[in-house]
Nanobody, 127 residues
């Protein structure tokens, strides 16, 4: 069982950068594929990025491709989401999630393929 705690959110201006962190408990972090999702007010949860258990492969939604980078540090049991060139459309609650490491990368875009979720961290981008 994994517990996930996000941090790094905040209020920034358009064009700024943020790095979100997701700290995972437990010894099996390296076995999990990890993902980031976001949910804006009045909208459904949206996939942002995913990374395989080994960290060797990543996948992004088109809306953030080229602006965001997902990475993981197994020594720290932490996954990161570096976000650059933020826009007001990036305003949302960002949550990390952990899923079965055997899940194909493209399937990691689906929220129901994840077993554990963090509480989320708010990102607000002002224009």
């Amino acid at each position: 069982q994994a517990q996930l705690v996000e941090s790094g959110g905040g209020v920034v201006q358009a064009g700024d950068s943020l790095r979100l962190s997701c700290a995972a408990s437990g010894r099996t972090f390296s076995m999990y594929a990890m993902g980031w999702f976001r949910q804006a007010p009045g909208k459904e949860r949206e996939f942002v990025a995913a990374i395989t258990s080994s960290g060797s492969n990543t996948y992004y939604t088109d809306a953030v491709k080229g602006r965001c980078t997902i990475s993981r540090d197994s020594a720290k049991n932490t996954v990161y989401l570096q976000m650059n060139s933020l826009t007001p459309e990036d305003t949302a609650v960002y949550s990390c999630a952990a899923g079965d490491g055997r899940t194909p990368l493209m399937i990691l875009t689906l929220p129901h393929r994840y077993d554990y979720w963090g509480q989320g961290t708010q990102v607000t981008v002002s224009s």
